[in-house]
Antibody, heavy 114, light 112 residues
Framework: EVQLVESGGGLVQPGSPLKLSCAAS????????LNWIRQAPGKGLEWVAS????????YYPDTVKGRFVVSKDNAKNTGYLQMNNLRSEDTAMYYC???????WGQGVMVTVSS | DIVMTQAPLSVSVTPGESASISCRSS???????????VYWYLQKPGKSPQLLIY???NLASGVPDRFSGSGSETDFTLKISRVEAEDVGIYYC?????????FGSGTKLEIK
């Protein structure tokens, strides 16, 4: 059974860093892209990061470029999203998803507030 | 960035009837490889999104064949035949042709 399980969310102050993890199982993690998508409370979906199967290429929208860093450890079947200099507008549920979104995690909440 | 525009904002459907949701992209989603990179997702209340349709017209694994996707290079339709109570939620179209990947604003489906 394919599973993606996010962890690492929480309440942080503006300007703080936070690192999310996405533990994968049930498929060949090293052969798949990994995406991070977020959803602010009551809002729609916003893609925030992608990484290719071997981790050599990463992509971000302008809203997070320079602040967020996506990575993956294929030996540990785990993906990561390092979020730096967090802002109130980064408050959202963060999901990791495989490749084209055929599998999603349950999401982890990140709240940025003083 | 490619803008994805969905309509309507919400739709109310009687069980057993059909529903259609439209999505328009600001740029052609047809790749030179012949694949159209539009996807449809459903987010049921309190749940993570799930993939319904990939590459415009392909049914994702485990999705009932009451769901179908069609379209052209920039105009796309998700059709739900014989709507059931379990189909309630918010439907999103998304484009995975180029970065940044973008989604429509969503269409809420309710049951009458």
């Amino acid at each position: 059974e394919v599973q993606l399980v996010e962890s690492g969310g929480g309440l942080v102050q503006p300007g703080s860093p936070l690192k999310l993890s996405c533990a994968a199982s049930g498929f060949t993690f090293s052969s798949n892209w990994l995406n991070w998508i977020r959803q602010a409370p009551g809002k729609g979906l916003e893609w925030v990061a992608s990484i290719n199967p071997d981790g050599s290429s990463t992509y971000y929208p302008d809203t997070v470029k320079g602040r967020f860093v996506v990575s993956k450890d294929n030996a540990k079947n785990t993906g990561y999203l390092q979020m730096n200099n967090l802002r109130s507008e980064d408050t959202a549920m963060y999901y990791c998803a495989r490749t084209s979104g055929e599998y999603w995690g349950q999401g982890v909440m990140v709240t940025v507030s003083s | 960035d490619i803008v994805m525009t969905q309509a309507p904002l919400s739709v109310s459907v009687t069980p057993g009837e059909s529903a259609s949701i439209s999505c328009r992209s600001s740029k052609s989603l047809l790749h030179s490889n012949g694949i159209t990179y539009v996807y449809w997702y459903l987010q049921k209340p309190g749940k993570s999104p799930q993939l319904l349709i990939y590459r415009m017209s392909n049914l994702a694994s485990g999705v009932p064949d009451r769901f179908s996707g069609s379209g052209s290079e920039t105009d796309f339709t998700l059709k739900i035949s014989r709507v059931e109570a379990e189909d309630v939620g918010i439907y999103y179209c998304g484009q995975l042709l180029e970065n940044p990947f973008t989604f429509g604003s969503g269409t809420k489906l309710e049951i009458k």
